[in-house]
């Protein structure tokens, strides 16, 4: 079994930062490309950017310069650092990723069940 879990969210004021993690538990194998994304209320799930397994980044050209993704491969476990909060980046932050288990024979794609951040005063 394999499992994904963010972490890190909470309640921010504006102009703060924050770091979320998402890490991958179990039969692990490999993981490929880890992607971020967020839901805002009443939007759709929108992607923010992903992280290769050698640590190559890509961002939306909307959060470009405020989100830096990063990853630590021995802690099977990717970041999201988001600074200089606006009340807009409140959402559903998730994380999935192409992970290949250790009985399985190919990559899957997996994903974790979110974490909540609230930018307000």
């Known amino acids: 079994q394999v499992q994904l879990v963010e972490s890190g969210g909470g309640l921010v004021q504006p102009g703060g930062s924050l770091r979320l993690s998402c890490a991958a538990s179990?039969?692990?194998?490999?993981?490929?490309?880890v992607r971020w994304y967020r839901q805002a209320p009443g939007k759709e799930r929108e992607l923010i950017g992903t992280v290769t397994a050698g640590g190559t980044t890509d961002y939306v050209d909307s959060v470009k310069g405020r989100f830096t993704i990063s990853r630590d491969n021995a802690k099977n476990t990717a970041y999201l650092e988001i600074g200089s909060l606006k009340p807009e980046d409140t959402a559903v932050y998730y994380c999935?990723?192409?992970?290949?288990?250790?009985?399985?024979?190919?990559?899957?794609?997996?994903w974790g069940q979110g974490t909540l951040v609230t930018v307000s005063s």
């Open positions: 999935n990723a192409d992970i290949k288990a250790q009985w399985d024979g190919r990559y899957r794609v997996y």
């Open positions: 179990g039969s692990i194998g490999s993981t490929n490309i």
